[in-house]
């Protein structure tokens, strides 16, 4: 069985202050993605990222960076410099990759306040 | 182009009613997904549909039921509806069955 748990239910921060959403996850596959998505409070969705369990590399795009640490099961999302408008739920959710029957579980999410 | 949409956008319905809901998902995608989501929580896997056929299926009872068209467009029907039904229903699309996945607004259902 898959799980994915972000243990933060709620962080706040002020205006560029640094902050990492943690996702710890479980799963039987050997292969697999993890995704990150956001929801800002107008609802809708935003894709952040999809990373393939094969690649370990850390990746930035702009203030965003992810850490995934195979060997901890963790992909950790961190903001830097974070602005109002990065308050938002985050999701982490993870799909296997091969197989025929497809189930992606998804976190509870983190909400993020940003303060001004 | 336009996104993944959803109808209805809100629902009230009464126990034991039947629902269907409706996606139409962005051009070009031939997958979709349905989830429910309660407050607070994450969401909850209950379909996907790739190229008109079933891909997955999540932990739901056989009051779910789902199709894809040849349009790509989706329902979920909910049938002989319960108060623990009440949720927000997210359609997602994507290109491919383990792609990112693209989200719609959502259908708010409400059960009285």
């Known amino acids: 069985a898959q799980k994915v748990t972000q243990a933060q239910t709620e962080i706040s921060v002020v205006e560029k202050e640094d902050v990492t959403l943690d996702c710890v996850y479980e799963t039987r596959d050997t292969t697999y993605y993890l995704f990150w998505y956001k929801q800002p409070p107008s609802g809708e969705w935003v894709f952040l990222i999809r990373r393939n369990s094969f690649d370990e590399q850390n990746e930035i795009s702009g203030r965003y960076s992810w850490n995934f640490q195979k060997s901890t099961s963790s992909f950790n999302f961190t903001i830097t410099a974070s602005q109002v408008v990065d308050s938002a739920v985050y999701f982490c959710a993870l799909n296997p990759q091969s197989g025929g029957s497809y189930i992606p579980t998804f976190g509870r999410g983190t909400s993020l306040i940003v303060h001004p | 182009d336009a996104g993944v949409t959803q109808s209805p956008t809100h629902l009230i319905k009464t126990r034991g009613q039947h629902v269907t809901l409706r996606c139409s998902p962005i051009?070009?995608?031939?997958?979709v997904s349905w989830y429910q989501q309660v407050l607070g929580q994450g969401p909850q896997f209950i379909f996907q549909?790739?190229?008109?056929?079933?891909?997955g299926r999540g932990n739901f009872p056989d009051r779910f039921s789902a199709r894809q068209f040849p349009n790509y467009s989706s329902e979920l029907n909910v049938n002989a509806l319960l108060l623990g039904d009440s949720a927000l229903y997210l359609c997602?699309?994507?290109?491919?069955?383990?792609?990112?996945?693209?989200f719609g607004p959502g259908t708010r259902l409400t059960v009285l």
């Open positions: 997602a699309s994507s290109l491919g069955a383990r792609a990112e996945q693209f």
């Open positions: 549909y790739y190229e008109k056929e079933e891909r």
């Open positions: 051009s070009g995608h031939k997958s």
